[in-house]
């Protein structure tokens, strides 16, 4: 059974009604940026050079995948019910079936960031080095997987920029997320002004990881107290794989839903539901 081309275009309605939404937040994304500007001035030189870390690795990871990198052996696990076995079979399914993957592997990570977020929170600023690093491994992770829930490959370099824009988008302020929202209406086109666009776009490896950092500023300022970082850290981690895991089943979507219609468009051939 596969979608059906008047489906498509309502699943698509309804992830631009997701992005408009988006820009709600920018109040909150604001406030979340004040204290760690302020708190800067007396962290832990630790902590300072975990961040500087995180930058080369975040580099590493867009090059060559490094330690992040997710593998395509994954698939059979989530599709249990289905005898789905590489890349090219995951794209023929439905996007329902994509939709229900990628919506059961967040889940299981939204579970893991809890307890991860609980145990680096029991020892306050000086597990919160520990938890930063964490935390944006688990959320890399989960957007590959994503990747991989709606057929794209994170092998692939170029997916593995589109990951980042994702980790940009959920990090940055209004103005932020209509600008990556542009570039990635373009990501999929093949002309040589929309690749330089994306790239050029993307303004360092610095700047996402300070954008990621100052997006977790006020929660991550509770989270810095003693045994009571623990609910704050259970809390603030699971919201953050939440966000990561609904933007990238939503950009995901979007693209695997563009390529079915333009698919249409061009065969005008399409199975019915």
């Known amino acids: 059974m596969q979608d059906s081309k008047e489906w498509l275009i309502d699943e698509l309605k309804q992830v631009e009604e997701w992005e408009k939404d988006q820009n709600d937040l920018w109040f909150w994304e604001k406030l979340g940026r004040l204290p760690f500007k302020i708190i800067d001035k007396w962290t832990p030189s630790f902590i300072q050079n975990k961040i500087g870390v995180l930058v080369d690795e975040l580099g590493q990871y867009v090059q060559t995948g490094g330690s992040y990198l997710s593998s395509t052996s994954k698939i059979p696990s989530y599709f249990p019910e289905m005898e789905v076995q590489t890349l090219e079979e995951v794209k023929k399914l439905p996007v329902l079936k994509m939709d229900n993957a990628a919506e059961k592997l967040t889940g299981n990570r939204k579970n893991l960031a809890t307890i991860q977020g609980a145990s680096t929170g029991i020892g306050g600023v000086f597990t919160l080095s520990i938890d930063i690093p964490l935390l944006l491994s688990l959320q890399l992770k989960t957007l590959q997987d994503i990747a991989i829930c709606y ?23 209004i103005v932020g997320k209509q600008s990556i929202l542009a570039q990635l209406s373009m990501f999929d086109q093949q002309d040589d002004h929309a690749k330089r666009e994306i790239l050029s776009e993307l303004q360092g490896w610095r700047e996402v990881i300070y954008s990621y950092r100052d997006q977790f500023g006020w929660k991550k300022l509770f989270q810095m107290i003693p045994i009571a970082g623990l609910v704050f850290g259970a809390f603030i981690n699971r919201s953050a794989i939440n966000d990561i895991g609904e933007a990238g089943q939503m950009l995901f979507r979007k693209r695997r839903i563009i390529e079915r219609l333009g698919n249409h468009t061009n065969n005008d051939i399409f199975p019915e539901n």
């Open 151 to 173: 057929g794209y490959d994170p092998n692939d370099k170029k997916e593995r920029l589109f990951i980042i824009k994702c980790l940009q988008f959920v990090s940055a302020d």
